[in-house]
C-alpha cells in the first residue's frame, strides 16, 4: 500500500519553521501536516494563511492543512491559493458541511472531514461522495505530545468498512508512534500524522523509517 506519513508541524520548532520543513522533507515525509487553530474551536492559537504561505516557498512536500477552528469558510480560498493540496475541516465545527467541502473541492484541494474522538462515525453518512479523505482524531484537538487513545483503532476499522471499496483516504491523527502505527494501518489507515514522533526525534529520518517499518510489517 501506499502508506504516507505527514510529520505534524505544531512539534517542529516555531522560531525556524523553514528549516524545519525542509529537514523532514529531507527525512523523507510524504506530506507535511499544518495545524490551523483559532483559539475557539480548540483553546490554542497557531497560525493562518500568511504562514502557510511562506512554509509553501520554502518545501515541495503537499501540504495538509487541519482547521481547527470555528469558521473555516472563510479561510478556505486564501489557503487554496497558497498552494495546499488537503484542507480538512471539523464535522463538528461546520453548521453547513456539505457547503464547506463543495468549497473546498472548488478551490482545487482535496477535501476532507475531521471528527473529533468523541464524535459519531454516523456524522460522515451523508456526505460520503464528497470527501476525498477523513481525518479521525486519536486525541482531542488542541495540543500536541497527548496520549493515542486506544478506542481509535476500532473506529478505524469501522470507518473503514463505511467506505466500502471507495478511495477516500484515512488520516489518523494523534498520538501516533511506532507502538501503534502497524494497528492503525491494519485497521485501515492510510495517512499517520505524526508531530512528537518525528520533530520530537533527534534522527527524523529514522523516526520516519521506523513508523514505516513498523507501520507495513507483515
Ligand atoms: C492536535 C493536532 C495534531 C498534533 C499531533 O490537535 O491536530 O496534528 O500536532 O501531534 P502528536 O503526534 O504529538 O500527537
Ligand atoms: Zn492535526
Same mark, same amino acid.
Given at each position: 500500500?501506499?502508506?504516507?506519513?505527514?510529520?505534524?508541524?505544531? /512539534?517542529? !520548532?516555531?522560531? +525556524?519553521?523553514?528549516?524545519? #520543513? @525542509?529537514? &523532514?522533507?529531507?527525512?523523507? $515525509?510524504?506530506? *507535511?501536516?499544518?495545524?490551523?487553530?483559532?483559539?475557539?474551536?480548540?483553546?490554542?492559537?497557531?497560525?493562518?494563511?500568511?504562514?502557510?504561505?511562506?512554509?509553501?516557498?520554502?518545501?515541495?512536500?503537499?501540504?495538509?492543512?487541519?482547521?481547527?477552528?470555528?469558521?473555516?469558510?472563510?479561510?478556505?480560498?486564501?489557503?487554496?491559493?497558497?498552494?495546499?493540496?488537503?484542507?480538512?475541516?471539523?464535522?463538528?465545527?461546520?453548521?453547513?458541511?456539505?457547503? /464547506?467541502? !463543495?468549497?473546498? +473541492?472548488?478551490?482545487?484541494? #482535496? @477535501?476532507? &472531514?475531521?471528527?473529533?474522538? $468523541?464524535?459519531? *462515525?454516523?456524522?460522515?453518512?451523508?456526505?460520503?461522495?464528497?470527501?476525498?479523505?477523513?481525518?479521525?482524531?486519536?486525541?482531542?484537538?488542541?495540543?500536541?505530545?497527548?496520549?493515542?487513545?486506544?478506542?481509535?483503532?476500532?473506529?478505524?476499522?469501522?470507518?473503514?468498512?463505511?467506505?466500502?471499496?471507495?478511495?477516500?483516504?484515512?488520516?489518523?491523527?494523534?498520538?501516533?508512534?511506532?507502538?501503534?502505527?502497524?494497528?492503525?494501518?491494519?485497521?485501515?489507515?492510510?495517512?499517520?500524522?505524526?508531530?512528537?514522533?518525528?520533530?520530537?526525534?533527534?534522527?527524523?529520518?529514522? $523516526?520516519?523509517?521506523?513508523?514505516?517499518?513498523?507501520?507495513?510489517?507483515?
Amino acid at each position: 500500500m501506499n502508506l504516507k506519513i505527514s510529520p505534524s508541524l505544531l /512539534s517542529a !520548532d516555531f522560531g +525556524r519553521i523553514a528549516e524545519e #520543513a @525542509a529537514d &523532514v522533507e529531507k527525512a523523507g $515525509a510524504d506530506m *507535511l501536516h499544518l495545524d490551523l487553530m483559532d483559539g475557539h474551536f480548540v483553546p490554542n492559537l497557531t497560525f493562518g494563511p500568511p504562514v502557510v504561505r511562506a512554509i509553501a516557498q520554502h518545501t515541495r512536500l503537499p501540504l495538509d492543512a487541519h482547521l481547527m477552528v470555528e469558521d473555516p469558510n472563510p479561510l478556505i480560498e486564501p489557503l487554496a491559493k497558497t498552494g495546499v493540496a488537503w484542507i480538512s475541516v471539523h464535522a463538528e465545527a461546520c453548521r453547513h458541511l456539505h457547503r /464547506s467541502l !463543495d468549497l473546498i +473541492r472548488s478551490s482545487g484541494a #482535496a @477535501a476532507g &472531514v475531521a471528527i473529533n474522538p $468523541a464524535s459519531p *462515525l454516523c456524522m460522515l453518512e451523508e456526505i460520503l461522495d464528497n470527501i476525498d479523505f477523513v481525518l479521525l482524531m486519536s486525541v482531542n484537538p488542541g495540543y500536541g505530545g497527548q496520549s493515542f487513545i486506544t478506542s481509535s483503532i476500532d473506529k478505524i476499522r469501522r470507518l473503514r468498512s463505511m467506505l466500502g471499496k471507495s478511495c477516500t483516504e484515512i488520516v489518523v491523527d494523534g498520538g501516533v508512534d511506532h507502538t501503534n502505527a502497524h494497528a492503525l494501518v491494519k485497521a485501515g489507515a492510510t495517512t499517520l500524522v505524526a508531530g512528537t514522533a518525528v520533530f520530537g526525534a533527534t534522527d527524523r529520518q529514522s $523516526a520516519i523509517e521506523e513508523l514505516k517499518r513498523c507501520a507495513l510489517k507483515a
